[in-house]
């Protein structure tokens, strides 16, 4: 059967590369050159091609030893003993350490954001283990083999108790940590919806209720995580580390480790993947780094594929309950949305995923929007980032808009038509307060549309549906905060650093990385292009922490944006110098000049023509002839601070086939709709969504981490953990709309973007396709045994998502009752005046601070003081209640409400933040 | 995932290698292709002390026509039986259930004999030995056994080899020359272990179907035999078959599990549809002809 719809809309056509040119014509400073907007192929591919690249595992140093983890077989339990000692006389081993032998060092494991853990992470397991995989402890051997043998040989006792698996488990079951009061690990918003919006909800001419499930992912790098550590000399400690930024891990050593940052070089030439596994340094290379300064030889520790699926940090494993009323019209009136992830044992960060909820409604109009989101410890591998960490609010969104059409009786496209944000509604503001200037859904929707014949196609499915054959169409859009800059200390500008060599050629380095994203080809581009040089003539360095200077990599679609503004703006400056040199020289002004095939030519006097060359050895060996107070050489750089986030916007269409005999789904069509400003190269771009949109389909067909109710894992190797093959990936077709963003270039992030809108695009068009047999629960990834346990309308075995009770966010969570204790024979004052240390819980870690209160009957005044400041406060006093307000202006205007409450030395409650919803405070009497 | 040691042998005889397996008592395997041990070892699943290399055993390899049938050796990789002219044209279900075996790479190394020594249960071999009612031959020092397919299998890689015998050839029966082969799988992906596969074959004389084999892959402990299928198969002629009662009828003969990638209902299910569906196409195709 050809594939229904229309032709094809052209692959890399000449109609979007121009199209791209005319969008970078109109972009903020940029004009369509011979490089940016160009198919240029890639520098890096002939080397990585030809099994040219340098990954850690190609990095061999003499004296190097190599390093074997011994892990935890149970996922909850105490250590009873450790026993070395016949591990420790295998031939060829050198050291065995535990945690007790890493104790010395002080080990902060900061996460992401720079914040210690909310609790005691340590590199190797600390009395007790908390997930099947955890590492206990680490063999020095002269080669793997013997490593493994070693390991293998560690004989540890565990008094083993019952774990906590899944998120069900973390709400009902023991606390994973001790010392803490529930398994919450992060938590934000609500937990009782409020009064006004439960009645927006209630009255509403429509209500839907729509759950999803997403299943535990494993980021699956092909390069899995490693580490070569060397002590160079007295001081100098050089990492070469598969990673996503080598100046975040040498920022991230410097800050964990308490090592000055300049005894610390981070090198990482080649990675093969990162997917947000690879943000910093966990609890291995954490080892393996604390070995290597104990044991005083170069240290080689390369996970395997073993190891990488069960004991790395994994992502995802989400549940979401969205609620969402609409008018007769299809058009929204309110919505709530109560989430939970699995943050494992140790998470990279405790994290409950608030982008989740900022970004839910943030393209429609959506008067009002609630939400109660949580993050839950398990013994579990700890949480962490991957390819769009918060893509579950489009997820969800998308696919509660097909249920909704199908319920109101609506078009799909219509109900997105209906409330998405054009251009002409902007500059707005979301109900979360999220500034939207230039975001496009609708317009890519438009764009999709003119190339796609969705009347044609509901026509063919109509007609095969009658021979049996269920087609389905699933159309998405989504928009993607990018580039984002200055909200994290992390998350900062992009430096780049240029020069024209004596040689008339040009290098630069950049504060970049590469993990598959060109980079190193896309930069080279810029400088090529602003240069007026050969794009042959351009090198590009990145990937060593001594090169360059800070920048977070690649995190959050940020590097086209943001450093390809860095290199505009650099070789801007370069560019301006040489013209006053060339001007100097051939005695014109700069304006004549021209710039362009690495020659400097002046308009109308051909004579007076140089090559780059011939400036560039007067810039370097003749001070004589450079102009007054001309800084000898042809050196430039710029650090970029581009706006504080750039939205990129896509819509997708997916056309799938779907077999009512087996449940199998053949993917026949699928179109890309983005807007990502300017594309320096459009095949980058399309590299970027295609990468995307196939994890896209292993996350919604077939990649699972399961567990078993022990917590060990149920896929250790690719045989059982099903990665999307060639074979499931269909030639995808693009279409780009390129409207400059407000960022130098004009570009927009385009890292993450179909690892988002992908799932949903293939979720609708299933549920699309087996309409005549009822709705599809949500629960990733959909089997064939799922798929068929609707289309035959019985259970085949693996329970769908809409038969588990439904987690209502009115739900009171675990909570421990202590009966409020009012004492009556103590009074007011005696009770809570004073200086209380509390501490706030945020998405950013706790937040420490001093309460001063004074009472005067059911007046209260005070202060809060923190390393921030002091800010002074009135309010109110009942019984042993407080409750006070504060206004304040960073990192947004907000009030913050306070209600705590006094029970003997301890204070606790809540501090209600705005549409950030509540944090919880809790504290003692300062001694 | 490094292997735990093990002494490596690379006998150049049958002798010699039965000899090494009959001193090692148990503690030793043999390498074939290496397409599963290798894995195994690396995840020290299998910690063999001896590991026997049988790959420079020229008398272990090709496929030679013998009276009645063909003999393959173990050693004869898969992509030599999807190559050879002669089992295309006499055995073509074998050649199609090789070409499911894996991927092209890991054809080119992975043998005949170590698919089904090994009895993974969703593997297309071991059930097509079952089917075409091959005869597998193994030998030790103290002799040669000639085990029927069908009794050769005892569990999820559990045969009945004894731990010093060597499989040292397979025989499939030649079927007659106007046989309908019968052979289907539904995978995930393509090399992919089938989620439930059926393969077969049935000679016919005079109309009437004489002899039936038929196996199922990826639908119990072991490849399961559809005995009842094959007996009530036998004189019909090809009009009078039902084959959705057929399938019916050979889903009796399976005891699939839920794992991971489908349960056993839904094995159940597809698997009668699947064997129905190919049972119907054959037909159609060869009254067709």
Redesign the interface.
């Given at each position: 059967m050809s594939a229904p719809g229309n032709p094809p809309a052209q692959r890399t056509s000449a109609t979007t590369d121009s199209e791209q040119q005319n969008g970078a014509t109109k972009a903020a400073g940029i004009t369509a050159g011979r490089y940016i907007g160009q198919r240029t192929p890639r520098k890096e591919d002939p080397r990585l091609l030809t099994g040219r690249g340098q990954f850690v595992d190609d990095i061999s140093l003499p004296g190097m030893l190599h390093i074997a983890f011994a892990r935890s077989p149970i996922a909850r339990g105490a250590i009873v003993s450790i026993n070395i000692e016949v591990a420790r006389d295998v031939p060829g081993v050198h050291a065995i350490y535990t945690q007790e032998d890493l104790a010395s060092f002080k080990v902060d494991m900061i996460s992401f954001f720079l914040v210690s853990p909310d609790i005691k992470t340590t590199p190797l397991a600390d009395g007790r283990v908390a997930y099947v995989g955890e590492p206990v402890a680490m063999v020095i051997a002269d080669n793997?083999?013997i490593a493994?043998?070693a390991a293998?040989l560690v004989e540890v006792e565990y008094a083993e108790e019952d774990p906590v698996v899944s998120i069900g488990d973390a709400r009902t079951g023991p606390i994973v940590h001790p010392g803490t009061e529930d398994n919450i690990a992060s938590q934000m918003g609500e937990e009782e919806i409020e009064e006004e919006l439960a009645a927006a909800l209630k009255s509403a001419p429509h209500l839907i209720t729509h759950k999803v499930v997403h299943q535990r992912i494993s980021q699956s790098p092909m390069e899995t995580r490693g580490v070569v550590v060397t002590r160079e000399g007295a001081q100098e400690l050089t990492l070469y580390i598969t990673c996503q930024s080598p100046h975040l891990v040498a920022r991230w050593v410097s800050l964990a480790l308490g090592l000055p940052q300049t005894a610390i070089r981070v090198i990482a030439k080649d990675v093969g993947g990162g997917f947000g596994l690879k943000n910093h340094p966990w609890k291995e290379e954490t080892a393996v780094i604390l070995a290597a300064l104990l044991f005083d030889r170069p240290l080689k520790w390369i996970e395997?594929?073993?190891e990488n699926l069960t004991a790395s940090c994994q992502a995802r494993e989400q549940e979401m309950v969205l609620q969402v009323a609409f008018d007769n019209d299809g058009r929204l009136l309110a919505s709530h949305g109560d989430y939970s992830v699995n943050n494992g044992a140790f998470p990279q960060l405790s994290e409950s995923n608030i982008a989740v909820h900022m970004f839910l409604w943030a393209a429609h109009k959506m008067p009002a929007y609630g939400f109660l989101t949580r993050g839950w410890y398990s013994n579990t591998p700890g949480y962490a980032a991957y390819r769009g960490p918060w893509g579950m609010e489009t997820l969800i969104r998308e696919t509660a808009l097909d249920v909704a059409a199908r319920r109101i009786g609506i078009d799909p496209i219509e109900i997105r038509r209906r409330n998405l944000l054009r251009l002409e509604d902007q500059p707005t503001e979301s109900c979360m307060q999220v500034q939207l200037e230039d975001i496009t859904p609708a317009e890519c929707l438009d764009k999709l549309l003119a190339n796609f014949d969705v009347a044609e196609f509901r026509t063919e499915q109509e007609a095969q549906r009658k021979e049996k054959r269920y087609l389905g169409l699933g159309i998405a859009t989504y928009i993607e905060p990018t580039g984002g800059a200055g909200s994290i200390p992390t998350m900062t500008g992009e430096l780049a650093q240029v020069r024209i060599e004596p040689t008339g050629k040009v290098t630069a380095t950049m504060s970049t990385h590469s993990q598959g994203h060109g980079t190193a080809t896309t930069m080279a581009q810029i400088f090529a292009d602003r240069l007026g040089v050969s794009y042959e003539d351009v090198t590009v360095f990145e990937g060593d922490s001594s090169r360059g200077g800070f920048s977070p990599g690649a995190a959050g679609s940020r590097q086209g944006v943001i450093a390809g503004g860095a290199a505009i703006m650099a070789a801007d400056l370069l560019a301006a110098r040489v013209k006053q040199l060339a001007a100097h020289v051939m005695d014109v002004t700069p304006e004549l000049i021209t710039m362009d095939d690495g020659m400097l030519r002046v308009e109308g006097n051909a004579e007076k023509s140089r090559s780059l060359a011939e400036i560039a050895n007067i810039a370097y060996g003749e001070p004589d002839r450079l102009p007054a107070g001309f800084e000898s050489g042809l050196e430039a750089q710029y650090r970029y601070q581009p706006p504080p986030m750039t939205f990129s916007s896509a819509a997708n269409a997916c056309i799938v086939e779907v077999d009512a005999?087996?449940?199998?789904v053949k993917i026949l069509r699928w179109i890309s709709s983005e807007d990502c400003g300017t594309a320096i190269n459009p095949s980058v771009v399309e590299g970027q969504i295609s990468g995307g949109l196939a994890q896209a389909i292993g996350m919604v067909l077939?990649e699972?981490v399961?567990f078993d109710e022990r917590g060990n894992p149920?896929?250790?190797?690719y045989?059982?953990y099903?990665l999307?093959?060639i074979?499931?990936i269909p030639d995808f077709e693009f279409l780009h709309a390129s409207t400059p963003s407000q960022s130098v270039g004009g570009m927009r992030g385009v890292g993450e973007g179909g690892a988002i809108i992908g799932v949903p695009t293939l979720v609708n068009a299933i549920a699309d396709a087996l309409v005549p047999f009822g709705e599809v629960p949500v629960e990733l990834p959909l089997?064939?045994?799922k798929l068929?346990s609707v289309i035959?309308g019985r259970?085949?075995?693996?329970k769908p998502a809409g038969e588990q009770p439904v987690i209502a966010a009115s739900q009171p969570v675990r909570v421990e009752v202590t009966p409020a204790v009012i004492t009556t024979d103590e009074s007011t004052a005696a009770r809570i005046d004073g200086d209380w240390n509390m501490a706030l819980s945020t998405p950013m870690g706790a937040q420490e601070m001093t309460g001063h209160f004074e009472t005067s009957g059911e007046a209260l005044s005070g202060y809060l003081s923190s390393p921030e400041g002091q800010m002074a406060f009135t309010g109110t006093v009942t019984g042993n209640k407080l409750q006070f307000d504060l206004r304040v202006v960073k990192p947004m205007k907000i009030t913050l409400k306070y209600n705590l409450e006094v029970n003997g030395d301890r204070i606790a409650g809540k501090c209600k933040m705005g549409i950030m919803g509540s944090m919880k405070v809790s504290g003692q009497r300062a001694p | 995932?490094?292997?735990?040691?093990f002494d490596y042998v690379a006998p150049t005889s049958v002798e010699e290698a039965c000899a090494i397996l009959a001193e090692a008592h148990g503690g030793a395997t043999v390498l074939a292709g290496g397409q599963t041990l290798m894995?195994l070892l690396n995840?020290?699943m299998s910690q063999p002390f001896i590991l026997v290399d049988i790959s420079h055993i020229a008398e272990l390899k090709g496929i030679m026509r013998i009276d009645g049938g063909a003999r393959i050796g173990p050693m004869t990789r898969q992509c030599e039986v999807i190559e050879s002219s002669a089992l295309q044209q006499h055995l073509p279900v074998l050649v199609e259930a090789v070409r499911h075996v894996g991927h092209h790479q890991t054809r080119n190394l992975g043998t005949i004999g170590g698919s089904i020594a090994l009895g993974e249960p969703a593997a297309e071999l071991p059930a097509a030995a079952v089917a075409l009612k091959a005869t597998i031959e193994v030998r030790s020092i103290r002799g040669t056994r000639n085990i029927p397919a069908a009794e050769f299998y005892l569990g999820p890689y559990m045969t009945v080899l004894e731990e010093d015998e060597l499989v040292t050839g397979i025989r499939f029966p030649d079927w007659s020359l106007n046989h309908i082969a019968l052979f289907r799988e539904?995978a995930?992906?393509?090399?992919?272990?089938a989620?439930a596969g059926m393969v077969g074959a049935m000679s016919i004389e005079s109309g009437k179907i004489t002899r039936a084999g038929l196996a199922w892959f990826g639908m119990g402990p072991t490849p399961m035999r559809a005995s009842a299928a094959e007996q009530k198969l036998l004189g019909c002629s090809l009009n009078d078959i039902d084959p959705q009662a057929i399938a019916e009828i050979a889903i009796t003969d399976t005891a699939p599990f839920?794992d991971?990638?489908?349960?056993?209902?839904?094995r159940l299910?597809?698997g009668t549809?699947?064997f129905a569906?190919t049972l119907r196409d054959a037909i159609s195709i060869r009254e067709a002809a």
């Amino acid at each position: 059967m050809s594939a229904p719809g229309n032709p094809p809309a052209q692959r890399t056509s000449a109609t979007t590369d121009s199209e791209q040119q005319n969008g970078a014509t109109k972009a903020a400073g940029i004009t369509a050159g011979r490089y940016i907007g160009q198919r240029t192929p890639r520098k890096e591919d002939p080397r990585l091609l030809t099994g040219r690249g340098q990954f850690v595992d190609d990095i061999s140093l003499p004296g190097m030893l190599h390093i074997a983890f011994a892990r935890s077989p149970i996922a909850r339990g105490a250590i009873v003993s450790i026993n070395i000692e016949v591990a420790r006389d295998v031939p060829g081993v050198h050291a065995i350490y535990t945690q007790e032998d890493l104790a010395s060092f002080k080990v902060d494991m900061i996460s992401f954001f720079l914040v210690s853990p909310d609790i005691k992470t340590t590199p190797l397991a600390d009395g007790r283990v908390a997930y099947v995989g955890e590492p206990v402890a680490m063999v020095i051997a002269d080669n793997r083999y013997i490593a493994e043998d070693a390991a293998s040989l560690v004989e540890v006792e565990y008094a083993e108790e019952d774990p906590v698996v899944s998120i069900g488990d973390a709400r009902t079951g023991p606390i994973v940590h001790p010392g803490t009061e529930d398994n919450i690990a992060s938590q934000m918003g609500e937990e009782e919806i409020e009064e006004e919006l439960a009645a927006a909800l209630k009255s509403a001419p429509h209500l839907i209720t729509h759950k999803v499930v997403h299943q535990r992912i494993s980021q699956s790098p092909m390069e899995t995580r490693g580490v070569v550590v060397t002590r160079e000399g007295a001081q100098e400690l050089t990492l070469y580390i598969t990673c996503q930024s080598p100046h975040l891990v040498a920022r991230w050593v410097s800050l964990a480790l308490g090592l000055p940052q300049t005894a610390i070089r981070v090198i990482a030439k080649d990675v093969g993947g990162g997917f947000g596994l690879k943000n910093h340094p966990w609890k291995e290379e954490t080892a393996v780094i604390l070995a290597a300064l104990l044991f005083d030889r170069p240290l080689k520790w390369i996970e395997d594929r073993y190891e990488n699926l069960t004991a790395s940090c994994q992502a995802r494993e989400q549940e979401m309950v969205l609620q969402v009323a609409f008018d007769n019209d299809g058009r929204l009136l309110a919505s709530h949305g109560d989430y939970s992830v699995n943050n494992g044992a140790f998470p990279q960060l405790s994290e409950s995923n608030i982008a989740v909820h900022m970004f839910l409604w943030a393209a429609h109009k959506m008067p009002a929007y609630g939400f109660l989101t949580r993050g839950w410890y398990s013994n579990t591998p700890g949480y962490a980032a991957y390819r769009g960490p918060w893509g579950m609010e489009t997820l969800i969104r998308e696919t509660a808009l097909d249920v909704a059409a199908r319920r109101i009786g609506i078009d799909p496209i219509e109900i997105r038509r209906r409330n998405l944000l054009r251009l002409e509604d902007q500059p707005t503001e979301s109900c979360m307060q999220v500034q939207l200037e230039d975001i496009t859904p609708a317009e890519c929707l438009d764009k999709l549309l003119a190339n796609f014949d969705v009347a044609e196609f509901r026509t063919e499915q109509e007609a095969q549906r009658k021979e049996k054959r269920y087609l389905g169409l699933g159309i998405a859009t989504y928009i993607e905060p990018t580039g984002g800059a200055g909200s994290i200390p992390t998350m900062t500008g992009e430096l780049a650093q240029v020069r024209i060599e004596p040689t008339g050629k040009v290098t630069a380095t950049m504060s970049t990385h590469s993990q598959g994203h060109g980079t190193a080809t896309t930069m080279a581009q810029i400088f090529a292009d602003r240069l007026g040089v050969s794009y042959e003539d351009v090198t590009v360095f990145e990937g060593d922490s001594s090169r360059g200077g800070f920048s977070p990599g690649a995190a959050g679609s940020r590097q086209g944006v943001i450093a390809g503004g860095a290199a505009i703006m650099a070789a801007d400056l370069l560019a301006a110098r040489v013209k006053q040199l060339a001007a100097h020289v051939m005695d014109v002004t700069p304006e004549l000049i021209t710039m362009d095939d690495g020659m400097l030519r002046v308009e109308g006097n051909a004579e007076k023509s140089r090559s780059l060359a011939e400036i560039a050895n007067i810039a370097y060996g003749e001070p004589d002839r450079l102009p007054a107070g001309f800084e000898s050489g042809l050196e430039a750089q710029y650090r970029y601070q581009p706006p504080p986030m750039t939205f990129s916007s896509a819509a997708n269409a997916c056309i799938v086939e779907v077999d009512a005999g087996t449940g199998f789904v053949k993917i026949l069509r699928w179109i890309s709709s983005e807007d990502c400003g300017t594309a320096i190269n459009p095949s980058v771009v399309e590299g970027q969504i295609s990468g995307g949109l196939a994890q896209a389909i292993g996350m919604v067909l077939m990649e699972k981490v399961g567990f078993d109710e022990r917590g060990n894992p149920t896929a250790a190797t690719y045989k059982d953990y099903h990665l999307p093959a060639i074979s499931d990936i269909p030639d995808f077709e693009f279409l780009h709309a390129s409207t400059p963003s407000q960022s130098v270039g004009g570009m927009r992030g385009v890292g993450e973007g179909g690892a988002i809108i992908g799932v949903p695009t293939l979720v609708n068009a299933i549920a699309d396709a087996l309409v005549p047999f009822g709705e599809v629960p949500v629960e990733l990834p959909l089997t064939p045994t799922k798929l068929l346990s609707v289309i035959e309308g019985r259970d085949l075995g693996e329970k769908p998502a809409g038969e588990q009770p439904v987690i209502a966010a009115s739900q009171p969570v675990r909570v421990e009752v202590t009966p409020a204790v009012i004492t009556t024979d103590e009074s007011t004052a005696a009770r809570i005046d004073g200086d209380w240390n509390m501490a706030l819980s945020t998405p950013m870690g706790a937040q420490e601070m001093t309460g001063h209160f004074e009472t005067s009957g059911e007046a209260l005044s005070g202060y809060l003081s923190s390393p921030e400041g002091q800010m002074a406060f009135t309010g109110t006093v009942t019984g042993n209640k407080l409750q006070f307000d504060l206004r304040v202006v960073k990192p947004m205007k907000i009030t913050l409400k306070y209600n705590l409450e006094v029970n003997g030395d301890r204070i606790a409650g809540k501090c209600k933040m705005g549409i950030m919803g509540s944090m919880k405070v809790s504290g003692q009497r300062a001694p | 995932m490094k292997p735990a040691p093990f002494d490596y042998v690379a006998p150049t005889s049958v002798e010699e290698a039965c000899a090494i397996l009959a001193e090692a008592h148990g503690g030793a395997t043999v390498l074939a292709g290496g397409q599963t041990l290798m894995p195994l070892l690396n995840l020290r699943m299998s910690q063999p002390f001896i590991l026997v290399d049988i790959s420079h055993i020229a008398e272990l390899k090709g496929i030679m026509r013998i009276d009645g049938g063909a003999r393959i050796g173990p050693m004869t990789r898969q992509c030599e039986v999807i190559e050879s002219s002669a089992l295309q044209q006499h055995l073509p279900v074998l050649v199609e259930a090789v070409r499911h075996v894996g991927h092209h790479q890991t054809r080119n190394l992975g043998t005949i004999g170590g698919s089904i020594a090994l009895g993974e249960p969703a593997a297309e071999l071991p059930a097509a030995a079952v089917a075409l009612k091959a005869t597998i031959e193994v030998r030790s020092i103290r002799g040669t056994r000639n085990i029927p397919a069908a009794e050769f299998y005892l569990g999820p890689y559990m045969t009945v080899l004894e731990e010093d015998e060597l499989v040292t050839g397979i025989r499939f029966p030649d079927w007659s020359l106007n046989h309908i082969a019968l052979f289907r799988e539904l995978a995930q992906r393509p090399g992919d272990f089938a989620l439930a596969g059926m393969v077969g074959a049935m000679s016919i004389e005079s109309g009437k179907i004489t002899r039936a084999g038929l196996a199922w892959f990826g639908m119990g402990p072991t490849p399961m035999r559809a005995s009842a299928a094959e007996q009530k198969l036998l004189g019909c002629s090809l009009n009078d078959i039902d084959p959705q009662a057929i399938a019916e009828i050979a889903i009796t003969d399976t005891a699939p599990f839920d794992d991971p990638q489908a349960s056993a209902d839904y094995r159940l299910t597809v698997g009668t549809r699947l064997f129905a569906n190919t049972l119907r196409d054959a037909i159609s195709i060869r009254e067709a002809a």
